[in-house]
């Protein structure tokens, strides 16, 4: 009972503090419209070259902003010197992993909505599928849990900012490329049948990295 | 508010042999001490004596390099929930949030302590340090002074039994001070306070002992009541070897 007040208390502290400030999802949203507004320009593309070259435009915006995003999990506790504070609190270190982990979540879900809205207007593609929703969900699922990891390994690490980019972008690219894989998929018009294998693949990954990050993290977020 | 927060175990803080060391430097090398239920402690000393190491360390906020630490009778890294939940802590950092308001601040501290009944006691406290009026305003907007006493409340919040500080008087005026004190006079006869300070006269009024900490030992330590300014001053040269103000 209370281990899940306590990871909300996290969330919710966090998700306050961004909806007054809106720090975080503004810059980012900045950013990922300025990606598809350039890409848009670079292809003039039309239609049928769009249904190919659309996952790798929505995929290479999500992933950048999403790095600007998870940058913004734990560098500002650390900032505002609430770091030692949150540490001292009774509780385990899982609880305030599992509390970053959905603030980040639900930051990344809200950016990532109006993006896609952002694309189907200047692309003119049908990105609110059924599929494509569950492509989404999960795909940031697996980048914030292990983002949430490399973030707090960042805030120890002298380079902060650097860190997401070199060492989180290796591994959460399995995950990247099964999204790309099974939204191209989506755009061509193809059922749940031909895709299902993608969303496996991206079940698996979740799966495991939940299992290890969470085990990990006490261990990271410790000098 | 109950009074029975202080535990049966005969001493709030006992350390073993308690050693940090940064590197090859040894900031803390061997520190015995034990303090008693209920009593305030001033632990003071030169620059670089190491009393911030030692109250980083008695809060879990470090790990230490050697030793062991026992707070109400239960071994802080064995225990290490149970010993968090009991202690309280005012640092030179506030652990506060500088864009939410005081209350938030506060109910978010609440919620991780799992204080019961969160709202009254959020505005319980913030009476507590004067503070209720401006409970809406963003912590961003606060002075020194009321930041200072708005981490006091923070540390207060979940009735802890052992009360560290870390020099609160940093950066306080003559106003901000006496707040501090009469709060912390008030709120000590219901639990043990630790507090570094270079404030002796402060120390004296406040404690019931007062240990003087040097290169990383406790070169000294005596009852406030065998002790009067002038030989505190004298104890604290000689063991020190620092002149004083
Ligand atoms: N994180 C750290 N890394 C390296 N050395 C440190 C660190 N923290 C403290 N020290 C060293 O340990 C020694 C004790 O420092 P500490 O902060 O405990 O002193 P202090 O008694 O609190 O001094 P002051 O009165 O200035 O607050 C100092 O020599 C300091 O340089
Ligand atoms: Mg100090």
Redesign the pocket.
């Known amino acids: 009972m209370s281990f899940f007040s306590q990871v909300l208390a996290v969330a919710r502290k966090d998700i306050i503090s961004e909806l007054r400030t809106r720090e975080i999802i503004s810059s980012v949203l900045v950013f990922a419209i300025l990606v598809l507004v350039i890409f848009n320009f670079a292809f003039e593309p039309d239609q049928a070259l769009l249904s190919e070259i659309a996952p790798g435009i929505i995929w290479v915006a999500f992933v950048f902003s999403g790095i600007l995003a998870l940058n913004r999990t734990f560098i500002p506790e650390k900032e505002e010197q609430c770091l030692e504070g949150l540490m001292i609190c009774p509780v385990d270190r899982e609880t305030i992993y599992l509390g970053k982990a959905i603030g980040s979540l639900f930051f990344l879900l809200m950016v990532e909505a109006i993006m896609l809205l952002a694309f189907a207007l200047l692309f003119n593609v049908a990105v609110f599928q059924l599929e494509m929703i569950v492509i989404v969900l999960l795909t940031s699922l697996g980048f914030v849990v292990v983002g949430t990891l490399f973030s707090a390994l960042a805030v120890n690490t002298r380079a902060r900012e650097m860190v997401l980019p070199v060492m989180f972008l290796p591994i959460i690219t399995p995950v990247i490329i099964a999204a790309v894989k099974a939204s191209a998929l989506v755009f061509a018009g193809k059922s749940w049948s031909d895709i299902v294998n993608w969303v496996i693949m991206l079940v698996a990954f979740d799966v495991i990295f939940i299992v290890v990050s969470y085990i990990v993290f006490p261990y990271v977020i410790e000098e | 508010m109950s009074n029975k927060i202080i535990s049966a175990a005969e001493y709030a803080v006992e350390t073993f042999d308690l050693a940090?060391s940064?590197?090859s430097?040894r900031?803390?090398r061997g520190v015995n001490l034990q303090v008693q239920q209920g009593l305030a402690l001033a632990i003071l000393?030169?620059?670089?004596?190491?009393?911030?190491?030692?109250?980083?360390l008695l809060s879990g906020i470090m790990r230490p390099s050697k030793g062991r630490i026992m707070i109400d009778g239960l071994d802080s890294r064995e225990n290490s929930l149970e010993v968090r939940e009991r202690l309280g802590l005012v640092a030179h950092q506030s652990y506060l949030y500088s864009n939410l308001s005081a209350e938030e601040n506060l109910d978010f501290y609440a919620r991780m302590y799992g204080v019961p009944n969160r709202q009254n006691r959020v505005s319980d406290v913030l009476k507590l340090v004067g503070l209720d009026m401006r409970r809406h305003d963003r912590f961003s907007t606060f002075s020194r002074g009321m930041q200072q006493r708005l981490s006091l409340a923070r540390a207060l919040l979940h009735e802890p039994s052992l009360l560290l500080l870390?020099?609160p008087e940093t950066g306080l005026d003559q106003q901000g001070l006496d707040a501090i004190w009469s709060i912390l006079k008030s709120e000590g006869e219901k639990r043990t306070i630790i507090f570094?300070s270079?404030n002796f006269e402060r120390a004296l009024s406040m404690c019931d002992g007062v240990v003087i900490?040097a290169h990383?030992r406790i070169v000294f330590q005596e009852r406030a009541c065998n002790l009067d300014m002038q030989s505190l001053r004298h104890k604290y040269l000689e063991y020190t070897q620092t002149v004083t103000l």
Not at chain 2, 45 to 56: E, M, S, Y
């Open positions: 940090k940064f590197g430097y900031a803390l000393g030169p620059n670089g004596a190491g009393k911030t190491t030692l109250i980083k870390d020099e570094s270079h900490l990383g």
